[in-house]
Every structure is written in structure tokens, then in C-alpha cells.
């Protein structure tokens, strides 16, 4: 599947419905195209009508759409950062790991670019 990366979702979601995806719908062309979940009928009518929006619109919605995915993704992301970092901290008071300056950082990646993995 060839999609342009100037492309806008919606319009290459359009152009697929025009070649005869239906929506509702699910199909495969071929090994390099998505399969299509169904849409119950309410999703269905909503995306007919947001498809009939401006670009402008249609973006915002898009947005909203993902921001409200990411919230979801996101639930309990605050409490394995802090899990995480407490981690890490414990591991350096504790001394099971060496604490190296920027400095030596960018000689020893300067080193890896120059000469290959060492």
C-alpha cells in the first residue's frame, strides 16, 4: 500500500472507501494492505459525517480522537516512571552501577563513530 506521507488519514481513507472498501466493512487486497474492523453503525454514520468536514475540522477531530487514546495509554505510565527512576536511583546509592560524566559519554560514542563497536 502506497501512502503518501503528505497524505491526510481521512482523504486516503476516502480514496479506499471510493475503490470499493465499504464501510462496516473489513477486507484484505493483499499482504501489504490493513485489514478493516468492522464499524458498528453508530461509528459508521459518525465517520461519514466527519468525513464530510473541512480538512481543518477534520483535523481537531483527529486530534481529539488521539488525545483521548493517549490519556487511556498513558493511566498508570506516571507510577512505572516514578517505579523506574526510584530504581535506577536505588542502583547508583547502592553502587551496581558506575556513574560516568557527559564527558566521557561523547569520547567513548565519538570512539563507537570512529572506529566501530568497542
Request: glycine share 6%; hydrophobic share 35%; aromatic share 2%.
Amino acid at each position: 500500500m502506497n501512502v503518501s506521507l503528505e497524505q491526510k488519514p481521512l482523504d486516503f481513507l476516502r480514496e479506499e472507501m471510493q475503490k470499493g472498501l465499504k464501510l462496516g466493512g473489513s477486507a484484505i487486497k493483499s499482504d501489504d494492505e490493513v485489514a478493516m474492523a468492522p464499524l458498528t453503525p453508530e461509528a459508521s454514520q459518525l465517520l461519514e459525517k466527519a468525513l464530510t468536514l473541512s480538512s481543518e475540522d477534520r483535523g481537531v477531530l483527529i486530534d481529539r480522537l488521539i488525545q483521548s487514546l493517549d490519556a487511556a495509554a498513558e493511566e498508570g505510565a506516571e507510577q512505572a516512571w516514578s517505579d523506574e527512576i526510584r530504581c535506577r536511583v536505588d542502583d547508583v546509592r547502592s553502587g551496581r552501577v558506575e556513574m560516568i560524566s557527559g564527558e566521557e559519554v561523547r569520547r567513548r560514542l565519538r570512539h563507537r563513530l570512529l572506529h566501530g563497536r568497542e
